[in-house]
């Protein structure tokens, strides 16, 4: 694809990965949804290495960085009107339950692990607020209202190609999460030890003033694959300790960072805050999603209904 003024030059690694060995010099705003419908049907036929197929779930994952960029395009840089992605017709993939949810007892053990690292703020905010991982990394300082209790999740971060991309949410929307009283603290608390770090770095410091939340210790972007990885980490250093006679009773089960999210949303929906809340926290564009995903939670609760009716009149 050509990139000139008036194309999306912000996002020519996505477009040179995913739109231009598809439609070759084709202009972006000549793009139309059978375009990115035929683009889908390409990669599901012939989309990997060597010619073979891709898997459902890497088409609509594709589709999903296409959607962001091409939001951001309208939304953003108004480069374009409208999206030709979001009227294109994007393989549907299953929606699978999710897999090991820790009790809420196993969550507090793997925060106390997490407790030392200098990104503990970063894993108890996932687990307290059911942010992605990209939404977290995105996060800046004056989005975190500490008085209020309360962040404002605006954009996403990842990584394409070897650099950090920004965009939108998944949802393309901005969206206010409440916070409690201790994670205000962890926050505050974060805050004091970036300065610290900073304030060590002097000149050699990268961030920003009122930056990102999470960075390194000199300030830089961090790496998703950091904080994706560093769970297992610390999950495996508590369960096969070097001296074995200090080996925990009850192992933590291995789960991934994302099903922080996952453990924030059953412990909500099992506790009977409403979908649609639920929905809105972890960004939903639609409480059916909520309810798809989650099926099997609020199976759960509805067996317990009828009984909670039947107390309720007693």
């Known amino acids: ?24 010099k084709t202009k972006l705003q000549a793009v139309r949804p059978s375009t990115i419908t035929k683009l889908y049907r390409d990669l599901l036929a012939r989309g990997g290495r060597g010619g073979k197929p891709l898997s459902v779930s890497t088409v609509v994952h594709t589709h999903a960085i296409l959607r962001r960029a091409f939001r951001d395009a309208v939304e953003v840089h108004e480069y374009l009107s409208s999206s030709p992605v979001d009227k294109a017709k994007r393989p549907r993939g299953d929606w699978r339950e999710p ?6 007892a196993q ?4 925060l106390a692990l997490a407790r030392s690292h200098r990104l503990f703020a970063f894993f108890h905010l996932a687990a307290y607020t059911g942010a992605r991982r990209g939404e977290l990394l995105n996060l800046r300082w004056p989005d975190v209202d500490l008085g209020g209790k309360q962040i404002t999740i605006k954009g996403s971060t990842g990584v394409v190609d070897g650099e950090h991309i920004e965009g939108t949410t998944k949802s393309g929307r901005t969206r206010v ?10 926050l505050r608390k974060h805050r004091e030890a970036q300065d610290a770090e900073k304030l060590r770095g002097g000149e050699s410091w990268k961030g920003e003033e009122d930056g990102h ?20 980490k610390l999950i495996k250093a508590y369960n096969e300790p070097e001296d074995k ?11 991934r960072l994302h099903d922080l999210r996952h453990i924030h949303a059953t412990t909500l929906l ?23 995903v989650y099926a099997h939670v609020i199976r759960s609760a509805e067996t317990a209904a009828a009984e909670i009716f039947a107390r309720a009149l007693e």
């Open 1 to 24: 694809m050509e990139i000139k003024p008036g194309t999306l030059e912000d996002y020519r690694i996505t477009i040179r990965l995913y739109i231009k060995p598809h439609i070759g």
């Open 99 to 104: 897999g090991m949810i820790w009790t809420p």
């Open 107 to 110: 969550l507090r053990t793997f």
């Open 177 to 186: 999460v409440t916070i409690d009283d201790g994670t205000v603290a962890v």
């Open 213 to 232: 939340v999470f960075t390194t210790a000199w300030g830089g972007a961090i790496y998703p694959t950091t904080v994706t990885a560093l769970p297992g």
């Open 245 to 255: 006679d200090q080996a925990p009773v009850h192992p933590l089960p291995y789960v």
């Open 270 to 292: 099992l506790a009977g805050v409403p979908v649609h809340i639920v929905a809105t926290r972890l960004g939903h564009a639609d409480p059916a999603i909520t309810l798809r």
